[in-house]
């Protein structure tokens, strides 16, 4: 019997890039609400791991922002029929009482992926793009930017993470 698709890709494809995600990672979070102006940076503590057989990642974090507590959870994962990364996104303080969903492309070390949010206060829903890095095995750099319906882009959040197991 030949193998799955899924099966081809957690062996040697996007799936299999996927893994190389998993562990341990400690590092610091950068927080920017205006352009430019840093706003917090704070110590951060993280897990990724595999779900479902190896389809999907979790990834829960915590650490602090403006010295209050702060947790998220992502779900990362590659639909293989669309060729498309997909990631599901919570956290204690951007998302409020929201899930973001965004949708992308594999990079040559990680992903890229863009959702949509909006807020009352804006009458134009505004554009989340988020890239995840593996630049060696052991560095995993998690970057966020805030797209304005203009299209104008600044990163808002940037996450080095060393591993640690």
Same mark, same amino acid.
């Given at each position: ?36 102006? =840093?706003?917090? !940076? ?6 990724? $791991? #595999?779900?479902? +057989?190896? &389809?999907? =990642?979790?990834? !829960? ?6 010295? $209050? #507590?702060?947790? +998220?959870? &992502? ?91």
């Amino acid at each position: 019997m030949s193998k799955s698709k899924f099966e081809i890709s957690l062996e040697s494809g996007v799936h299999h890039r996927l893994q190389a995600l998993t562990g341990s990672w400690e590092g610091s979070t950068k927080t920017w609400f205006e352009p430019g102006v =840093l706003a917090d !940076e704070s110590e951060m503590k993280g897990t990724i $791991k #595999p779900i479902l +057989g190896g &389809a999907f =990642l979790l990834h !829960e974090y915590q650490g602090s922002l403006n010295g $209050k #507590p702060f947790e +998220g959870i &992502a779900i990362y994962g590659f639909d293989i029929p669309n060729n498309t990364f997909q990631s599901a996104w919570i956290d204690s303080f951007h998302m409020g009482t929201g899930l973001m969903v965004s949708n992308g492309t594999p990079t040559e070390n990680g992903f890229s992926v863009l959702g949509q949010y909006s807020v009352p206060e804006y009458p134009a829903p505004w554009n989340w793009r988020t890239t995840a890095e593996l630049t060696d095995p052991d560095t995993l750099i998690i970057t966020a930017y805030n797209i304005s319906p203009e299209g104008e882009e600044d990163k808002a959040t940037e996450t080095i993470y060393k591993r640690v197991s």
